[in-house]
């Protein structure tokens, strides 16, 4: 835990910590469903980074990692709409670690020079990671697009299902102008939108997917506001720790 | 550089390469494109094939309470071992598709759709996360036993190759499962009894798995497949875990387990339950199965888009 962390940092961790978490959490669930045994391994290493991430982030906010992960109220978190939700078929898993990833990486890139102790360097480690899960994501859609017309359409149902969910990722934190002022990261959240909506359309274009880009948003109030998804994802997240907090696992 | 295809004029010639074939005498080496026996191809594949379809099935056991993980420590570290599962079914897929006798596609397919077998304890439910720590502790080690002892001799030389893999990783899930038993047993009332009714479940079945009394004719033994009858195997296995639970305070659930002449002797096993995972009727064979293949139904779209794909860029 950082004892000197203002409390603008903190909001701004805490949403990046959530939302690792929750994705980390949700492509876990796949482990041993992947729709090849080399998907399968690949995807798992996917989810252990980003529960690795959560884990450096959460540090910098807690000394009980899994407590404050598991264990808090839901209005505590600050995960967005797109990491909690479900996406119990692969078409939404792979298109969703796709919008996700591409967005994270401008995450940890803009936090790079962060004024927050040793930000920096955990952000050099998940870059480089993340190269290898935007990689993974990006030749497998292309090859999809190379595909069948199946395929093709599966893989537009969930662009249309999660797009809009995806916009959700740059609801700011209340704090995020301190934050800024502070040095803890660099761009504000509407400029990193700015950035992924030209990537992530370019990678659509490029591939020959028909889409739309959504006119709403997800309704999160500066991340405050939980999916309808959450508790179910909650319930089982806490479902061992919680009979009995006190006891070590 | 590859050694030339080896071929035998009979089962008489090859059971000679077997027992002595190789340098200065040793056991000989099977390899993959030598001519083969068929009652050995097809006695070593079966049995790759059962070991495949048990890591990957082990896998959709464990994966239930990977989840609900009380840390997420503890989520990546399960979340590691069953991906290690999952690897170490492919690799043998691999090794079992190279014989020429079913594809990858083939092999898992006769698994998803009921036709082929897997180990007696991937038939049963994880229903606590206790569960998921007995299986780290007794099944994980009953498993090393086993495949330990079928790397030891092993004569095919694809198998033998990746089992040392295997048995390195297996190893130390076992000993992951030691420590997560210590924390259980070193734990509050609530977890030590959590671990007492696992126990209570995976004790049985665990000790199931190295199978009944090896037959006097048996075929994996003479071809050097496996090196030890099962009945000694099972034996060794209940004289380090009866003490080792004992010593963490935990009851074996066999009240005619005794200690005789310096041995740890169990009460008669029941075999039916073992016999009925066999016809994939055990108590969750159903579920499981029906997990995995309404998966790899839901999944096909992947596959022959990516199929299609690949024969598009070819053409």
């Known amino acids: 835990m950082s004892p000197n962390l203002s409390p603008a940092a903190r ?25 090849f045994l080399e998907e399968d391994l690949a995807f798992c290493s996917i989810a252990q980074d980003e529960l690795g991430h959560a884990i450096s982030l959460y540090e910098y906010l807690t000394n009980d990692v899994d407590h404050f992960a598991l264990l808090r109220s839901p209005d505590e978190y600050r995960s967005s709409w797109l990491a909690e939700w479900p996406c119990h078929q692969w078409n939404e898993s792979l298109v969703r670690h796709w919008l996700y990833d591409h967005a994270e990486a401008l995450r940890w890139s ?10 920096g360097m955990l952000a050099a480690r998940a870059e480089r990671e993340e190269s290898f899960h935007r990689d993974h994501a990006e030749m497998y859609l292309s090859r999809i697009a190379d595909g069948d017309d199946q395929g093709r ?30 040095g803890v990261m660099a761009a504000s959240s509407a400029e990193l939108e700015a950035r992924w909506s030209a990537a992530v359309t370019a990678d659509l274009d490029r591939w020959g997917f028909a889409y739309s880009w959504p006119t709403e948003r997800p309704a999160q109030s500066g991340r405050t506001v939980r999916s309808c998804h959450f508790p179910e994802l909650q319930a089982s997240l806490q479902e061992v720790i919680a009979l009995d907090p006190t006891a070590t696992w | 550089m590859m050694s030339p295809a080896k071929s035998w004029s009979d089962l008489e010639e090859f059971q000679a390469f077997i027992d002595h074939g190789g340098p200065q005498q040793s056991p000989g080496i099977v390899e993959a494109g030598d001519d083969m026996p068929e009652e050995y191809r097809n006695e070593v594949f079966r049995f790759i094939e059962f070991h495949a379809n048990s890591e990957m099935m082990g896998g959709l056991t464990e994966r239930d309470w990977i989840p609900r993980a009380p840390g997420l420590r503890l989520k990546q570290i399960f979340l590691a071992k069953t991906q290690d599962e999952i690897g170490h079914a492919h690799l043998l897929y691999m090794v079992a598709a190279d014989m020429g006798i079913k594809s990858r596609r083939e092999i898992l397919e006769d698994l998803f759709d009921g036709r082929s077998r897997f180990h007696n ?28 002892a079928v790397f030891a001799e092993c004569s095919y030389g694809p198998y033998k190759r990746v089992l040392k893999r295997i048995i390195a990783e297996e190893g130390f899930h076992m000993r992951h499962g030691e420590e997560m038993l210590l924390r259980l047993s070193n734990g509050t009332d609530l977890q030590r009894e959590m671990f007492q009714a696992a126990l209570d479940r ?23 497949i496996k090196s030890e009858r099962n009945e000694v195997l099972r034996h060794a296995y209940v004289q380090k875990y009866v003490p080792l639970l004992h010593g ?14 310096g041995q740890w002797l169990m009460g008669d096993i029941d075999w039916e339950p073992l016999k009925a995972t066999m016809r994939n009727g055990g108590p969750d064979s159903a579920r499981r199965i029906e997990t995995a293949a309404r998966n790899w139904a839901d999944t096909a779209w992947v596959r022959e888009s990516l199929d299609a794909a690949i024969a598009r860029r070819a053409a």
């Open chain 1, 11 to 35: 909001d701004v961790l805490l949403a990046f910590a959530d939302d690792e978490h929750m994705i980390g959490a949700r492509h876990a669930a796949w482990i041993g469903l992947g729709p």
């Open chain 1, 110 to 119: 803009n936090v790079e020079h962060s004024s927050v102790d040793g930000l």
């Open chain 1, 153 to 182: 359409q599966m893989i537009e149902q969930a662009i249309a299902e999660l797009l809009p969910v995806a916009l959700g990722l740059w609801d700011p934190v209340a704090a995020e102008p301190d934050a800024i002022a502070e």
């Open chain 2, 121 to 148: 304890v991937f038939h049963y439910q994880a229903v606590t996360w206790a569960d998921q720590i007995a299986i780290a502790f007794l099944v994980d080690a009953a498993a090393f036993a086993s495949q330990r």
């Open chain 2, 202 to 224: 995976w004790w049985w079945p665990s000790v199931q798995l190295f199978g009944p009394d090896s037959p006097p004719d048996d075929n994996l033994l003479r071809w050097k």
């Open chain 2, 248 to 261: 963490y305070g935990f009851e074996i659930p066999d009240p005619d387990l005794r200690h005789e002449d």
